[in-house]
Nanobody
Framework: QVQLVESGGGLVQAGGSLRLSCAAS????????TAWFRQAPGKEREFVAA????????????YFADSVKGRFTISRENAKNPVYLQMDSLRPEDTAIYYC?????????????????WGQGTQVTVSV
């Protein structure tokens, strides 16, 4: 069983930066593709970014939603923990609860139903 815990959220002014962390426990996390999703008030949860470990099939890679390309980066320090989401040039529309997800099915990387494990989320608020 994989358990995920997000941290690093908070209140920041527009144009500022935050770094979110996703820490995990469980024997298979080191091999797991990990993604970030977010949910703004009154909206559906949406894909933000994902990272496939370099030591898995295809040599790994990172994927981003169009809305965050060029502003957000996703990384992990080593094969175990954690996964980071570096968010720069933040905008008020980035305000949301950010969730870490793992246990990807191997199919549609940007679809929440393709992930088995979820964290509780961390709030990010960007003020004007």
């Amino acid at each position: 069983q994989v358990q995920l815990v997000e941290s690093g959220g908070g209140l920041v002014q527009a144009g500022g930066s935050l770094r979110l962390s996703c820490a995990a426990s469980g024997p298979t996390f080191s091999f797991s593709t990990t993604a970030w999703f977010r949910q703004a008030p009154g909206k559906e949860r949406e894909f933000v970014a994902a990272i496939i470990p370099a030591f898995t099939w295809g040599g790994g890679g990172t994927y981003f939603a169009d809305s965050v390309k060029g502003r957000f980066t996703i990384s992990r320090e080593n094969a175990k923990n954690p996964v980071y989401l570096q968010m720069d040039s933040l905008r008020p529309e980035d305000t949301a609860i950010y969730y870490c997800a793992a246990g990807w099915s191997g199919r549609r990387i940007g679809v929440e139903n393709e992930y088995t494990y979820w964290g509780q989320g961390t709030q990010v608020t960007v003020s004007v």
